[in-house]
Structures are given as structure tokens and as C-alpha cells.
């Protein structure tokens, strides 16, 4: 096991005999039903699961079960609530959070290799899918008929459309309405093995809390008539007094700005973008016209924040931000999106552990009324980091819909819930 | 008839001190009278559930119960404040004309449409928690889209915060959406904050009416593919051959946005002078009970001569008004396990 990074985690070690017993049941029960990996087969492909896209966090699986079908997880979940066995469920494994990392104990159940198309309506762009299906597949699915899924995000060929919904996971420079819009029902099964079909948004960020997420019916897009993505540079006090014109402007889609550019996309029929055009260029003399305005360039190996920040607060922050940065010895960049009051940073050079920034970090956002939002989940990344953001009452409902859908608390377990209070001490071993 | 009568004397001194005259209503109804609690402030709410509970005393937050003789309310809760990015936090008691005159005069919008006129004079909690779906999308986002938090009383006293004041602030799952058509009976919204919107600078109402049900399917595609940004593309059509069909069309944008529409809507010429809607609403509440269907083609299914359907194009979701009274399967449904269990977060 890699030690280094695992600064939370114990040691996962290896169960003895009688403890692996009940493991040993469910295994015999579904060998034929799909594919295991443990200490005792294939052994050596365990480190393939041990965390997502962050290094932060990890730890190596007890169990993997890759499934042959989605139909056979209502039986496995049910087995492994007999037994209480903690499952974990891993989609795409994309994530920066450390959603997926594997629990001390437990199995590790995959659902990102589940990709097919089980229902495609090319009237109304309306489709059922499996968990792993990707944003990339949807959209060359209904590209011939003027469809395309909405998620825009850098691992679009690879994030599994489950783990996407289950941890609110879309580009930075979109609002939590694109997964509203598209993500219209799921099936689940809860922590008995039961199925259940209930609005997505319901689903939207619990990371697998209520449950395994089986199949996916969505709405596509359809494909704007024309989109039109243009740069121009700005200070931050100018940014801010057009703030209401930018809200006013009803083809914007999305509007970032990194410190020194300002990045624009219209999209929509094309006579209301061309007519925005003209407006922004009367506006702003030094917009052009890009192929693709970007301010944030995804990068592994980075800690990855965001955070809803009111406005006038983001220039103090920022300026927080860097004074807190050039104390530790890290660098930053940075993108806030201008619709959504969302400021999404990426902290490089994290030598020390990531303890060192976040705490001094969550204390200025207290400081300027901002919050860390789940942009790409909680995870394990972030769990610790929750108690300032969360009221007492609001966590104990959250824990009663677990324990509702899940009364023996096989997922999601030591994980999610932060302790109530301001509890940032952790105990490091 | 309804009689509401300030200042009651209820058998228990603890609720007597508690609430004040205007907040204390006896009411005789033809069948039946209770006591009506209605507290001003959330936190005199709070502490009339805990002496409830202590005194044993069985209440009901909704109109639809058997024999309990105290009905509990948040009409009087009316707070309305709109702060900066337009976030909007509106009392649970607030009245849809109250909610719009004051997001008029400072420039915003909502969204919140109150249907045909069964439900005009619905409070936001109430309506919130009926969920009954609108045709009306402002920025492609419904009312239910806009919501971003929301606080409630449970019957126990317990006042909880859900959701947050930021638009864009999410923690894990949004328990503040599970509420909405949750028609949830043991917990009272008392506050619920909305991300509304800035008026636009134009917008364009539109109306055609039609002779046949074909012609106005004909325009009724058209403009549903070649305009994509509707805030409102309804059919109201008549059973009777001899009646005439309406079509109804919204959207908004910039001044020059609109010019630009003006070139490009199909029939824009043939609309008539007047926006129809008030009137068709109007026209509509006199004729009959409306019942929600989820589909076209079950409205369709369930259509007769002599009723007219409300036909919500952006949602392919619509209302069947008849004199009829229809069947249970028709217009409610029984709840599901999983909002049973959603159901218990609140217990």
C-alpha cells in the first residue's frame, strides 16, 4: 500500500479468516455473475481501484466485483446487506474528490463498465441508459438527429454519466440547472436490494448515499443553432459593474474570468446570438471571436476547490487567496464563474499535506460569508471540511434519508458525514 | 359558509398566552369548526408545535383532516425580501399578486405562475408542496429549478434550514428539492429562497386563434422547432368543433434580440392585437374543475365534447377542464415507497 498519500487513511490490511468469511459467501454466491478481484484472485490488479483522478487519498480495494449486467446488482447489494458488508460503488472513477476511494472494509462494486443505450427516442432526445455511459457516447448518439448531452467537462469520454449525477459533476463554467434538465429519473437500488424509480435531482450530489444508481433516463439538448465562444480582457471592478447587463443577457451560457480574461460563450438560435454578438462587441471593443475560450486547464496531481462566493467578496478572497498561497509556498490559479458566483481554484505544489492550506482556507471563507460546494462531489477529499457549511438539523435529516434507504448502513459508511461543529482536528496516524 | 373569528379562546391557557388576537381564529364552516392557529413570526411557530406537543394537543398544517379541532398555518408568515443576485426569500404565507408587485417594482422575476384560477389564491408553501407543474419557463427554468433553499417547522417544534442563500451553493444532495408536489402533511414551510431573475428589457406576448385543431398543430411544430428559447408555448383547445383553438407564445431578450425575433417567427403577422391568456384564464374558471394529466395523449384520451384542455407545449404536460368529477386515478395517485422513505428524513 502507498503510504505517502494516505494521510487519513489506516491501513486497510488484510482481514483474517473469519473475518473474510462472509466475503468468501457473496463471492461463491456470484462468481459466475460477474468478476472478482481480491487478495486471493488477481491480487496485483487491486491498486487499479485504490482512488480516482486526486492522489490525496487512496487505499487499495479488499474486493472489486465488476458485474457481467446491472441486473444482477439488486441481488449483490441485498447479499451484501445480509452479511454487512460497507459496499463502495466506483463509476468512471473520475472523480477529484476521492468519491470512489475504497472503504476500509467492504467490496468495491464497479458500474462504469455498464454503458449501453437501453432506450433512444430520436423525437424528443430523451434516452434511458446504463451508469457508465459517458457524456461523449450520448452525444454522438444523437448527433445525427440535432441532440447532444449538455455536460461539458474534461473527462467527458471517460465520466460515467452515475458518477457524474451522483456527485453534481459538470464543467466549471455550468450551473447546477444543466444536471437538472437532463437528468430526469433514475433507478436505484437501496441498501436492501430494493428498486426504486424517483426524480434524479433527488439523487443529484448523494454519492451513492441513497443507494446504486442502475439506470439513467435523460433529456439531450438540442444542439444550439449556433454557438459562438469569444475572449476579451477586464479588470475584476469592471466585471463587476456590468454584472447585471451580463445577467440580463439571455444567450449567455457562460461567462469565466481568471484574473485577466474574460471568457464568453452564446449559445441559442442563431438570429438571438448574432443579435448578442453585436451587443457584446459594441460593449466590448477588444472581444474576438475564439474556437474554444477556456480559462481553467484541468490538471492531475492538483487539489481541486470550489466554492460559491458572494461577489462582493470575491476580490478580498482572491486577495486572500494569494497572500494564504505565497505563505505556504504554493502556487494557485483560479477561474470564477461570473453567473454563478462560483470561484473554482487548483492549488499545485502540495508538497505537505493538504491540511496545511485547507484549514486556514475554510476559516477565510467563514471570514467572507463563502462556502465549499460540491462541484465534483464531497468525497474524501472534503468530508472533513464540512462541519462549518452544515447546520446540525440539516445533517441529522440527511442521516435519517440514509438510514431510511439504507437501515444497515452498508454504503456511504465513515465517510460523508462530517462530525457536527467546527471539528477540522483529525487524528493522523 | 366560512366564518374566521379573531381573538378565540381556546381551552388552553398555554396557547392563549402564546398567540395574540390576530393570530388566534375560531372558524365555524358549514360541517364542521376548529381552531385556526396562525402565528406571525417563525419562531412563535416553533414554540405553539412544542406546546402542542407537550399539552397532547393533535393539530393538522393542512385543510384535509378528520377530527383533529386545531389547524395550524403559515399564512401570516408574508416576509418578502430580495437581496443581492437576486436571490428572493419569501414567507411561506406569501400570496402569488403580493410576490409579483414587489419583484415588479425592483426589477426582477419569478416564474411563478399560478395556474387557471382553481388555484388563485394559493399561498407559496401551499402551492409548493401541491407541485402542480407550469408552462411557464423563464430562461428555460422552471419555478422548482429556481429553488435554492428553503426552512420549515416539523410538528415537533424543529425549525431546519435546508439548501442555502447562494445560487450556486450546493453541499452533497439537495434536500430542499424533495419537497416540492411531496404534498409532505407533517411539516409547514415557513420560508423558501428562490434564484429569480432580472426583467428583461423586451418581451413578446403572442396569440393566434384557429378555426381547426390542424392548423393550429401545424403552427403549434413550427414554432416549437424553429424557436427554441419559449417561456410559454400553450394550446388551449375547445372539444366542441364549433369553438375556436387558441395558441399562446412568450419570450423575451434584449430590444434587438427581439427585432431579430420579429424577422424569424413563423405567422407572426397573423397573431391577434391582444394577449389572450388573462382572458382564456378567465373564460376557463368558469367552466369547470381542472384535472392534471401527464401527457398529450392522455388528455387527449380523456377529452370530451363541451371541455376544453390547457396544453403546456414546453413540458407535454396539461389540464382536462370538465364539469365531470373525475376519478381518484385521474388527477392524485398513491405515494411511492421512495417518497415514503424521503418522507422519514423529517420525522
Given at each position: 500500500m502507498d503510504t505517502k498519500a494516505s494521510i487519513y487513511l489506516l491501513s486497510s490490511g488484510v482481514l483474517n479468516q473469519e473475518e473474510f468469511l462472509p466475503y468468501r459467501h457473496v463471492i461463491h454466491q456470484f462468481y459466475d455473475q460477474g468478476e472478482f478481484l481480491s487478495f486471493e484472485h488477481?491480487?496485483?490488479?487491486?491498486?487499479?481501484?485504490?482512488?480516482?483522478?486526486?492522489?490525496?487519498?487512496?487505499?487499495?480495494?479488499?474486493?472489486?466485483?465488476?458485474?457481467?449486467?446491472?441486473?444482477?446488482?439488486?441481488?449483490?447489494?441485498q447479499a451484501c446487506c445480509q452479511e454487512a458488508i460497507p459496499l463502495a460503488i466506483r463509476c468512471g472513477g473520475t472523480?477529484?474528490?476521492?468519491?470512489?476511494?475504497?472503504?476500509?472494509?467492504?467490496?468495491?462494486?464497479?458500474?462504469?463498465?455498464?454503458?449501453?443505450?437501453?432506450?433512444?427516442?430520436?423525437?424528443?432526445?430523451?434516452?434511458?441508459?446504463?451508469?457508465?455511459?459517458?457524456?461523449?457516447?450520448?452525444?454522438?448518439?444523437?448527433?445525427?438527429?440535432?441532440?447532444?448531452?449538455?455536460?461539458?467537462?474534461?473527462?467527458?469520454?471517460?465520466?460515467?454519466?452515475?458518477?457524474c449525477l451522483s456527485t453534481s459533476a459538470r464543467g466549471y463554467h455550468q450551473s447546477l440547472h444543466t444536471l437538472n434538465t437532463f437528468f430526469q429519473w433514475v433507478d436505484i437500488i437501496d441498501g436492501e436490494g430494493n428498486e426504486h424509480r424517483m426524480p434524479a435531482r433527488f439523487v443529484c450530489g448523494a454519492e451513492g448515499m441513497l443507494g446504486v444508481i442502475i439506470r439513467l433516463h435523460v433529456q439531450l439538448s438540442r444542439i444550439p443553432q449556433m454557438r459562438l465562444e469569444g475572449q476579451f480582457c477586464s479588470e475584476w471592478d469592471s466585471m463587476q459593474d456590468q454584472w447585471d447587463w451580463f445577467k440580463a443577457q439571455s444567450s449567455l451560457i457562460s461567462l469565466t474570468w481568471d484574473g485577466r480574461q474574460c471568457c464568453v460563450v452564446l449559445a441559442g438560435e442563431e438570429w438571438r446570438v448574432q443579435a448578442a454578438w453585436q451587443q457584446w462587441q459594441e460593449r466590448f471593443k477588444s472581444i474576438k471571436r475564439v474556437a474554444k475560450a477556456t480559462n481553467l486547464h484541468f490538471g492531475l496531481g492538483?487539489?481541486?476547490?470550489?466554492?460559491?462566493?458572494?461577489?462582493?467578496?470575491?476580490?478580498?478572497?482572491?486577495?486572500?487567496l494569494k497572500a494564504l498561497c505565497e505563505t505556504l509556498s504554493l502556487s494557485f490559479t483560479f477561474v470564477i464563474n461570473m453567473l454563478e458566483e462560483a470561484l473554482h481554484i487548483q492549488i499545485t505544489h502540495l508538497k505537505q499535506t493538504s491540511d496545511h492550506f485547507l484549514v486556514p482556507w475554510i476559516n477565510l471563507l467563514e471570514k467572507h460569508g463563502a462556502m465549499l460546494i460540491s462541484h465534483y462531489g464531497v468525497g474524501a477529499v472534503l468530508a472533513p471540511y464540512l462541519p462549518p457549511f452544515y447546520q446540525e438539523g440539516e445533517l441529522a435529516c440527511l442521516k435519517q434519508l440514509h438510514q431510511a434507504f439504507d437501515p444497515r448502513q452498508i454504503m456511504l459508511r465513515q465517510r460523508f458525514f462530517p462530525v457536527p461543529g467546527k471539528s477540522l482536528e483529525k487524528i493522523v496516524l | 359558509m366560512k366564518k374566521e373569528m379573531p381573538g378565540a379562546k381556546t381551552p388552553w391557557n398555554a396557547i392563549n398566552q402564546l398567540l395574540a388576537p390576530d393570530?388566534?381564529?375560531?372558524?365555524?364552516?358549514?360541517?364542521?369548526?376548529?381552531?385556526?392557529?396562525?402565528?406571525?413570526?417563525?419562531?412563535?411557530?416553533?414554540?405553539?408545535?412544542?406546546?402542542?406537543?407537550?399539552?397532547?394537543?393533535?393539530?393538522?398544517?393542512?385543510?384535509?383532516?378528520?377530527?383533529?379541532s386545531v389547524l395550524v398555518s403559515n399564512r401570516?408568515?408574508?416576509?418578502?425580501?430580495?437581496?443581492?443576485?437576486?436571490?428572493?426569500?419569501?414567507?411561506?404565507?406569501?400570496?402569488?399578486?403580493?410576490?409579483?408587485?414587489?419583484?415588479w417594482k425592483?426589477?426582477?422575476?419569478?416564474?411563478?405562475?399560478?395556474?387557471?384560477?382553481?388555484?388563485?389564491?394559493c399561498r407559496l408553501a401551499d402551492f409548493w408542496l401541491k407541485g402542480y407543474p407550469s408552462g411557464l419557463r423563464l430562461r428555460s427554468r422552471s419555478l422548482?429549478?429556481?429553488?435554492?433553499?428553503?426552512?420549515?417547522?416539523?410538528?415537533?417544534?424543529?425549525?431546519?434550514?435546508?439548501?442555502?442563500?447562494?445560487?450556486?451553493?450546493?453541499?452533497?444532495?439537495?434536500?430542499?428539492?424533495?419537497?416540492?408536489?411531496?404534498?409532505?402533511?407533517?411539516?409547514?414551510?415557513?420560508?423558501?429562497?428562490?434564484?429569480?431573475?432580472?426583467?428583461?428589457?423586451?418581451?413578446?406576448?403572442?396569440?393566434?386563434?384557429?378555426?381547426?385543431?390542424?392548423?393550429?398543430?401545424?403552427?403549434?411544430?413550427l414554432l416549437k422547432t424553429k424557436i427554441?428559447?419559449?417561456?410559454?408555448?400553450?394550446?388551449?383547445?375547445s372539444g366542441s368543433p364549433q369553438e375556436q383553438q387558441f395558441l399562446i407564445a412568450q419570450l423575451s431578450g434584449s430590444k434587438e434580440e427581439m427585432a431579430a425575433f420579429r424577422q424569424e417567427c413563423p405567422k407572426i403577422q397573423e397573431a391577434l392585437p391582444q394577449y389572450q391568456l388573462a382572458a382564456l384564464k378567465r373564460y376557463l374558471g368558469q367552466c369547470g374543475q381542472a384535472f392534471l394529466f401527464s401527457s398529450l395523449s392522455k388528455l387527449r384520451a380523456a377529452w370530451q365534447t363541451s371541455e376544453y384542455i390547457w396544453y403546456h407545449g414546453l413540458i407535454d404536460q396539461g389540464w382536462l377542464i370538465t364539469k365531470r368529477s373525475l376519478s381518484f386515478e385521474a388527477s392524485e395517485r398513491p405515494r411511492l415507497d421512495w417518497e415514503k422513505k424521503m418522507a422519514m428524513a423529517w420525522v
Open positions: 488477481q491480487s496485483e490488479m487491486l491498486s487499479c481501484y485504490q482512488s480516482d483522478s486526486q492522489q490525496l487519498h487512496t487505499r487499495r480495494p479488499l474486493v472489486v466485483f465488476k458485474p457481467h449486467s446491472a441486473a444482477v446488482i439488486a441481488a449483490f447489494v472523480g477529484l474528490m476521492g468519491g470512489c476511494v475504497p472503504p476500509q472494509k467492504g467490496i468495491l462494486l464497479l458500474t462504469g463498465h455498464l454503458r449501453q443505450i437501453l432506450h433512444y427516442d430520436s423525437q424528443t432526445g430523451q434516452a434511458t441508459v446504463e451508469p457508465g455511459i459517458t457524456p461523449k457516447q450520448l452525444s454522438q448518439r444523437g448527433f445525427q438527429e440535432g441532440w447532444e448531452c449538455p455536460l461539458e467537462m474534461a473527462a467527458n469520454g471517460v465520466a460515467g454519466l452515475a458518477g492538483v487539489l481541486n476547490l470550489s466554492h460559491a462566493v458572494p461577489l462582493y467578496h470575491m476580490a478580498s478572497l482572491l486577495h486572500e | 393570530e388566534c381564529f375560531a372558524v365555524q364552516e358549514e360541517k364542521q369548526s376548529y381552531f385556526l392557529f396562525a402565528p406571525k413570526q417563525v419562531n412563535k411557530l416553533s414554540a405553539l408545535l412544542l406546546r402542542l406537543q407537550d399539552q397532547n394537543i393533535p393539530f393538522s398544517f393542512s385543510r384535509h383532516f378528520a377530527d383533529q401570516a408568515l408574508q416576509s418578502l425580501a430580495i437581496g443581492k443576485s437576486a436571490v428572493i426569500e419569501a414567507g411561506g404565507g406569501c400570496e402569488n399578486q403580493q410576490i409579483q408587485t414587489e419583484l425592483q426589477g426582477y422575476e419569478l416564474g411563478w405562475e399560478e395556474e387557471l384560477p382553481f388555484h388563485a389564491k422548482q429549478d429556481r429553488l435554492i433553499g428553503l426552512e420549515l417547522a416539523t410538528s415537533s417544534g424543529r425549525l431546519l434550514h435546508l439548501g442555502h442563500k447562494h445560487p450556486s451553493a450546493q453541499l452533497g444532495p439537495a434536500l430542499h428539492q424533495t419537497f416540492w408536489g411531496s404534498q409532505a402533511e407533517g411539516i409547514c414551510l415557513t420560508k423558501l429562497f428562490f434564484q429569480g431573475e432580472f426583467r428583461p428589457a423586451e418581451r413578446i406576448q403572442l396569440s393566434w386563434k384557429f378555426d381547426s385543431l390542424d392548423d393550429l398543430w401545424e403552427l403549434f411544430s427554441l428559447s419559449w417561456e410559454r408555448l400553450d394550446c388551449i383547445l
